[in-house]
């Protein structure tokens, strides 16, 4: 079993920056794929961004391409989301994933781990 517990979200103005944290424990043996998603009140989640186990791969959606930054520290078990260049829309509650693969994984029905989410709210 693994446990993600999201951190790091809180309140900003639009045009700020927040960094998410997500920390696993548990079964930390594993090689884990990460990703980060989010879902706004009435809307389906969406995917966000995703790293490769050895960081070798990221993806990002094309509302977050060139604001939002993934990266991983597997010594701290821990996850990242830089999110910069925040806009409104950003507005969610954002979760992290893991599944037990050592590829990319974007679709949030394959990922078996999730942790319980953080409320990020941008001001415009």
């Known amino acids: 079993q693994v446990q993600l517990v999201e951190s790091g979200g809180g309140l900003v103005q639009a045009g700020g920056s927040l960094r998410l944290s997500c920390a696993v424990s548990?079964?930390?043996?594993?090689?884990?794929?990460m990703g980060w998603f989010r879902q706004a009140p009435g809307k389906e989640r969406e995917f966000v961004a995703a790293?490769?186990?050895?960081?070798?791969?990221?993806f990002y959606a094309d509302s977050v391409k060139g604001r939002f930054t993934i990266s991983r520290d597997n010594a701290k078990n821990t996850v990242y989301l830089q999110m910069d260049s925040l806009k409104a829309e950003d507005t969610a509650v954002y979760y992290c994933?893991?599944?037990?693969?050592?590829?990319?994984?974007?679709?949030?029905?394959?990922?078996?781990?999730w942790g319980q989410g953080t409320q990020v709210t941008v001001s415009s």
């Open positions: 790293i490769t186990w050895s960081s070798s791969g990221t």
């Open positions: 994933a893991a599944k037990g693969t050592v590829v990319l994984v974007t679709n949030h029905r394959v990922y078996t781990y």
């Open positions: 548990g079964r930390t043996d594993s090689r884990y794929a």
